[in-house]
Structure formats: structure tokens, C-alpha cells
């Protein structure tokens, strides 16, 4: 038999916490992060970090365990969230997968071997260089070139996944974007439910920019401040997330805080958009919209009608 999953998913700021709390206690769960920032410690408002006194005593793993000097990947997160899914399966409970970011999601969903790509190669160390150098336009445009479908699907500031479906391509001969196509038709291991979290876009867009409002208030600027003092800045990876990489930018000069924040939440929109496209593309996914929903409490009940539905509990 296989063993059961549960993922909770949807763009940034949907209510995805709240609700997934509310899910683990349902289905006797432990939630594991699926999110490429909360794994950081000190990086707490700009990730909208749940807080343990938020946790209502449901175990959540992959939040607030890496330095932000720690270089989080595709692999690791991998690594770390198998680990935590059997601890969970040893106490018979249920992993309930909750995070944003799809890429995560697909490679625990369908167990996808990344380890030989991870090795460090000369090739990777040059298009590293070629970034610093000429920008991140400049490999963005490479990918245009070999893999236009990939082009699209990544943004040009994750330098990351860009120099991935670059070095992808030159050591295998194969489009990442065909690779992924693939990929998304394997059989899944797990008995499992998909759900994608949505609501109406201007609902969702208002949501974003009140949440960066909030998080200013809450003191975003004093903690890319601190983080700065400790050492770090814009090459790591940590620093490359949404909410730093533009407070960086205000803090060494580069902007007024205005324009910080009104990029900030330019680009938050923009990665919704991304998130969903995403999500889209998945042949999956249980979609469900907020705003046909009266109450938290019914998105619940429904969640749980379609787990039983699907024999994922009784």
C-alpha cells in the first residue's frame, strides 16, 4: 500500500497557515514546510514565518533549522523533507506538505533523482562568472535561446534555476522544460491529495501589498539590518529571497525605501502569477477558490470529504 501525503499549496499570501493548522489537527498530521525561505533562522518577518506560539502544538518540520549562510537547494530540501516524512510515518501519523514553492512540491510528489545534477562543474563555475559579469540578463538570454519554454517558466533573477536548465542542457543534450514534462508523468509513490489554495487575483494582489505593509510595520527593514551585520549579502542565496534582496538594495544605497517597497510588491505579484502558472501546468491539483467558500471551516470540511473520498482517511 502506499503511504498517504497531503499537500497544501497555493501563491504567496492565499492563507495557506491558518488553514493548514487546522488540517494536521484534522488528520492527525505534522506539517513539512515547502517553502525555499522559513527553512532560514533570523528570517522571520520577511518569509511570513509561522511562529511555534501559531503552531497550536502541531509539529512542523523544515522551518527555522539552516543558517542564512547555508546554501538550501533543490537537494537538500529533498533530503531533509524524506527524512521528516518517515519520521512522521513512524508514529502513524500524516505528512501534510504546505508551501509555495511547486518545484519543491514535484520533487518530493514524484521522487525525482536531482543528486547527479547537484555535482559542482567547471561549466557551472563559468556561468556563476558570466552572471557576476555581464548580469543575470545575459544567461537569461542564453536560455531563450536553448530552451525557450524554460525561459518563460523562470524568472530572470533566479540566477539559481536558470544556470540549472543551462548546465542541464549542455551535459545532457535534453530541454530542462521536456525533462520536467517527464517528470510530471511518473507515477507518484504516495496516496495522495493536491490541493492549490486560490482566490480572485485583485483579492489576492490587495492581500500581498497589505501583508508587505505589515511587514514593514513589523520591522523587515531592522531585520535585513541584522542579518546584514552577521555577514550577510546579495550573492547568498538567502539574500536572494523576496522582501531581502530589496531591502539590501535600500540599505547599501541603491534605493529610497519607496522604491523598495513598491518593488517589493511589484515583484510578490509577479511571483504569485508564477506560483500559479505553475500549478496550472500540474495535471494533479484539487483547486479550490476562497471566495466560493463562506468560512475557513467549510474549505475544511470539503478538504476532508475529498480525503475520504480518495480513501486517504477513514
Given at each position: 500500500?502506499?503511504?498517504p501525503l497531503?499537500?497544501?499549496?497555493?501563491?504567496t499570501?492565499?492563507?495557506?497557515t491558518k488553514?493548514s493548522?487546522?488540517?494536521?489537527k484534522?488528520v492527525?498530521?505534522e506539517?513539512?514546510s515547502?517553502?525555499?525561505?522559513q527553512?532560514?533562522?533570523?528570517?522571520?518577518?520577511?518569509?511570513?514565518?509561522?511562529?511555534?506560539?501559531?503552531?497550536?502544538g502541531?509539529?512542523?518540520?523544515?522551518?527555522d533549522?539552516?543558517?542564512?549562510?547555508?546554501n538550501?537547494n533543490?537537494?537538500?530540501?529533498?533530503?531533509?523533507a524524506?527524512?521528516?516524512?518517515?519520521e512522521?510515518?513512524?508514529?502513524?501519523?500524516?505528512?501534510?506538505l504546505?508551501g509555495?514553492?511547486?518545484?519543491?512540491?514535484?520533487a518530493?510528489?514524484y521522487?525525482i533523482?536531482?543528486?547527479?545534477?547537484?555535482?559542482?562543474?567547471?561549466?557551472r563555475e563559468?556561468?556563476?562568472?558570466?552572471?557576476?559579469t555581464?548580469g543575470?540578463e545575459?544567461?537569461?538570454n542564453?536560455l531563450k535561446?536553448?530552451?525557450?519554454?524554460a525561459a518563460?517558466e523562470?524568472?530572470?533573477?533566479?540566477?539559481k534555476?536558470?544556470?540549472?536548465?543551462?548546465?542541464f542542457y549542455k551535459?545532457?543534450g535534453?530541454?530542462?522544460?521536456e525533462?520536467n514534462?517527464?517528470q510530471r508523468?511518473k507515477e507518484?509513490?504516495?496516496e495522495?491529495?493536491?490541493?492549490?489554495?486560490?482566490?480572485?487575483?485583485?483579492?489576492?494582489y490587495?492581500r500581498i501589498?497589505?501583508?508587505?505593509?505589515?511587514?514593514?510595520?513589523?520591522?523587515?527593514?531592522?531585520?535585513?539590518?541584522k542579518l546584514?551585520?552577521?555577514?550577510c549579502h546579495k550573492?547568498?542565496v538567502s539574500m536572494?529571497?523576496?522582501?531581502y534582496?530589496?531591502?539590501?538594495?535600500?540599505?547599501?544605497?541603491?534605493t529610497?525605501?519607496?522604491?523598495?517597497i513598491?518593488?517589493l510588491?511589484?515583484?510578490?505579484?509577479?511571483f504569485a502569477k508564477?506560483q500559479?502558472?505553475?500549478?496550472?501546468r500540474e495535471?494533479?491539483p484539487?483547486?479550490i477558490d476562497?471566495?466560493?467558500?463562506e468560512?475557513e471551516?467549510?474549505i475544511l470540511?470539503?478538504?476532508?470529504?475529498?480525503?475520504?473520498?480518495?480513501?486517504?482517511?477513514?
Amino acid at each position: 500500500m502506499k503511504k498517504p501525503l497531503i499537500i497544501l499549496t497555493g501563491p504567496t499570501a492565499v492563507g495557506k497557515t491558518k488553514l493548514s493548522i487546522a488540517l494536521a489537527k484534522a488528520v492527525n498530521g505534522e506539517i513539512i514546510s515547502a517553502d525555499s525561505m522559513q527553512v532560514y533562522k533570523y528570517m522571520d518577518i520577511g518569509t511570513a514565518k509561522i511562529m511555534p506560539d501559531e503552531m497550536d502544538g502541531v509539529p512542523h518540520h523544515l522551518v527555522d533549522v539552516l543558517s542564512p549562510m547555508d546554501n538550501f537547494n533543490i537537494v537538500l530540501f529533498q533530503q531533509m523533507a524524506k527524512k521528516a516524512m518517515e519520521e512522521i510515518y513512524v508514529k502513524g501519523k500524516i505528512p501534510v506538505l504546505v508551501g509555495g514553492t511547486g518545484f519543491y512540491i514535484q520533487a518530493v510528489l514524484y521522487d525525482i533523482d536531482f543528486t547527479e545534477s547537484e555535482e559542482d562543474s567547471p561549466y557551472r563555475e563559468e556561468l556563476w562568472t558570466l552572471a557576476r559579469t555581464e548580469g543575470e540578463e545575459t544567461l537569461h538570454n542564453m536560455l531563450k535561446e536553448c530552451d525557450p519554454k524554460a525561459a518563460e517558466e523562470i524568472h530572470m533573477n533566479n540566477v539559481k534555476r536558470v544556470i540549472r536548465a543551462l548546465e542541464f542542457y549542455k551535459t545532457t543534450g535534453m530541454k530542462i522544460s521536456e525533462h520536467n514534462e517527464e517528470q510530471r508523468q511518473k507515477e507518484s509513490p504516495y496516496e495522495f491529495l493536491y490541493i492549490v489554495l486560490n482566490q480572485d487575483r485583485d483579492v489576492l494582489y490587495e492581500r500581498i501589498e497589505k501583508r508587505i505593509d505589515i511587514m514593514v510595520e513589523q520591522g523587515l527593514i531592522e531585520e535585513v539590518e541584522k542579518l546584514k551585520s552577521i555577514g550577510c549579502h546579495k550573492d547568498m542565496v538567502s539574500m536572494k529571497g523576496l522582501g531581502y534582496k530589496e531591502i539590501l538594495a535600500y540599505l547599501e544605497g541603491e534605493t529610497t525605501l519607496e522604491e523598495a517597497i513598491d518593488i517589493l510588491k511589484r515583484d510578490t505579484r509577479r511571483f504569485a502569477k508564477r506560483q500559479l502558472t505553475w500549478f496550472r501546468r500540474e495535471k494533479e491539483p484539487v483547486w479550490i477558490d476562497k471566495g466560493q467558500y463562506e468560512s475557513e471551516e467549510l474549505i475544511l470540511e470539503e478538504i476532508l470529504r475529498l480525503l475520504k473520498e480518495k480513501n486517504i482517511i477513514s
